[in-house]
Structure formats: C-alpha cells, structure tokens
C-alpha cells in the first residue's frame, strides 16, 4: 500500500478568498499546498478594474504568512459593457491573467453581473486576440428553468454560441457539475478546458438532504445526481489535459450558512488536495493526481509547471468541526470525518 505521495506543487484554479479579516482568516490554507491561485473577484464592490486587481492581490499577499510562497493570479468580474482596453492594458501589464463571467444573478455577489453575453462581446473580441482566458459560471438565471437543469441549459442557450461566435477564445468552464457539461468539453476543442471540485467529486444532491436540511453541502452550481459525479470522477481521474483542478472554496461564517436564507458556498481548502487524494485513490488514480492538480491547469494557461513538490502521507487525519475565521467560525468540508491522507509541506 502506497504510504506516501510526492507530487509537483498542484495550484488552484478558482478560489474565493474574500478580502479583510475573511482573507486574513483563510489565505494561508490556499497558500501551504498550493503555489498560485486563480482567485475570484466577487467581491463588495467587485474586482472590474485593473487598479482594484492590482490593490486585491496586495492586500492577499499581504495576508499570507512571511513563510510562505504564493502567487495569487487576478481575474477581471465583466460587467455588462466593460472597457475591452481596461481588460487588455490590464493582461498586458500581468495585473489580469483571466477575466471571470458572473450572469447576472447566478451566485454570490453576483448582482453586477453580465445581463447578456452580447453585452460583453466586445472584451471577449479582444479577449481572443490576446489569448486571454474567459473563466465562466455556467448556469442560467432563467428562473423557470430547474435548478439541477441550469448548467445543461446554459450550454445550450450560451455556451455553444459564445464557442461557435469565438472559435479561438479560451475558455474554462468552471466547477462543473454534470455530464453534460464533462461531454461538451470532452468534444470541443483544445481551447475549452475546465476545472472540477473536491466537493463535486465527493458528494451528490442527496448530501444536501440526509437527514435534515444540510447547508453546508449547498454551493453553486448544486451538486446533482449520482450519474453526473460518475462522468465528473472518470473525467478528473482519465488523465484527460482539459479537467484540472479548481477548488471554488467559498468561505461563508457559519451563522450565514445556517440561516433562513444560507449562503452558497464549501470551504474546502483546508483540506483541498487531501480531499482529491481520497477520490482518486478511490478510483484506483492515484498515479494521475499530479496530472489533474499540478500539469493540466499551467499548461492550459501557458505557465510554466512549478518547480518543487510537496508530499502527501498516508495518516489518519481528522478534519476539525469548525474553523475559527474573522471573529466567528467555518464549517470546512468533510466537517468531522477523517481523511486518509495529509498535506506535509
Ligand atoms: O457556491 C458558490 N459560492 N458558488 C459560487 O459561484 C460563488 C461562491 C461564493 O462566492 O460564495
Ligand atoms: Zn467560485
């Protein structure tokens, strides 16, 4: 039995890492195991310019400890209209690696935005000419359509057209959650990638409901059945260069996750590449995780692979019930299991 793991520094590609005493609380659990992150910019007010990406990324470097060495990646939120020369002056100068599509309404802090892809068909133009990825949360808004149904919808209302509109622009579609979406990327060509969650590999709707009302498996898109985590644990485990790693933790204080109204969203980096490990080795793939976590993702990119490792023990690792954070506390995934693996630097 494998005891150990030594794999190249995986890095993150989707992260939500909030800002004040939320990313004081919660920067340094991206920054131990992994060595960049894509980090999200819904923040209140979100990251649309290249001058609040450029303050965002030094209040986060800011936050992590001296120790460690970590390189947040900033992304633009577009809104609808958005300036392409602000989106193309701000890749240029390495404030901008990738520009984030938010629809109107779909998740947290998503207020602002795009009302309709056409809106921003200008930036994706320009985002296409200078090779500048278009990260995407697909789901529809559209109200009337169920909500285990958005993301397929929304490839089929907005997806194939954006591809089919601009065949070269790349594009990753995020967190996805369903065969169809694992098809759609597995058939589209070498610019169409995406990233897949621990959670989303590990649980399905049904988490959210045993026993009780379960927020804390609630995240956006939902977790649905158990034919779709299938087709997302064989694309992760394949070995296929388009699926990679993104986690989309989501750090919510416990109080606002079990409320009347709960907020979106797993905190799941604490344990992050622990919590991969486990699926992979479920899945007899453990020799393909460092494919998934550390090559995929910079090469699809265009950033080199970085250079030092990390190891992974086989130890019986108890995943704490709650987290302090910023004068309250977390409720981080796997809350109260025990994990196989652990991270050691
Ligand atoms: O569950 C989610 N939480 N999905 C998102 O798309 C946003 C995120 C957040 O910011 O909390
Ligand atoms: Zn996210």
């Not at 604490?270 to 460092?290: H, N």
Request: hydrophobic share 45%.
């Amino acid at each position: 039995m494998t005891v150990s793991l030594t794999l190249r520094r995986p890095d993150d590609w989707h992260v939500h890492l909030r800002d004040g005493q939320m990313l004081a609380a919660v920067a340094d659990a991206t920054a131990r195991q992994f060595a960049r992150a894509i980090v999200m910019p819904n923040l209140k007010p979100p990251v649309t310019t290249a001058a609040a990406a450029a303050a965002y990324r030094d209040r986060i470097r800011a936050a992590v400890s001296p120790g460690l060495k970590f390189e947040p990646l900033m992304t633009c939120y577009l809104v609808d209209g958005i300036d392409s020369d602000e989106l193309v002056r701000g890749h240029a100068q390495g404030i901008f690696t990738a520009a984030k599509l938010y629809p109107a309404h779909a998740t947290t802090n998503s207020a602002h935005g795009v009302t309709d892809v056409r809106h921003i068909y200008p930036a994706l133009e320009a985002m296409q000419r200078i090779g500048m990825p278009l990260l995407i949360h697909g789901e529809v808004t559209d109200h009337t359509v169920d909500i285990f149904d958005r993301e397929a919808v929304f490839i089929e209302r907005i997806l194939k057209s954006v591809v089919a509109d601009f065949p070269a622009l790349k594009i990753v579609f995020e967190h996805i959650t369903t065969k169809d979406a694992v098809d759609f990327v597995r058939d589209s060509g070498p610019n169409i990638a995406a990233t897949i969650t621990p959670h989303h590999l590990a649980i399905n709707r049904n988490a959210m409901f045993e026993g009780g009302m379960r927020p804390h498996f609630y995240c956006l898109p939902v977790a649905k059945r158990e034919l779709h985590r299938q087709a997302l644990r064989q694309a992760a485990t394949g070995g296929d260069p388009k699926f990679f790693l993104g986690t989309d933790s989501a750090p919510h204080a416990v109080e606002t996750k079990e409320s009347d109204c709960g907020c979106a969203g797993i905190y799941c980096a604490p344990l992050a590449i622990e919590s991969y490990a486990r699926v992979f080795e479920e899945e007899g793939a453990l020799d393909r995780l460092e494919g998934f976590a550390s090559e995929h993702g910079p090469r699809f990119y265009g950033l080199p692979l970085n250079p030092d490792f990390i190891t992974l023990e086989r130890v019986a690792t108890p995943v704490p019930p709650r987290i302090p954070a910023a004068g309250t506390e977390i409720v981080p995934f796997h809350a109260g299991e025990v994990l196989d693996w652990r991270f050691v630097a």
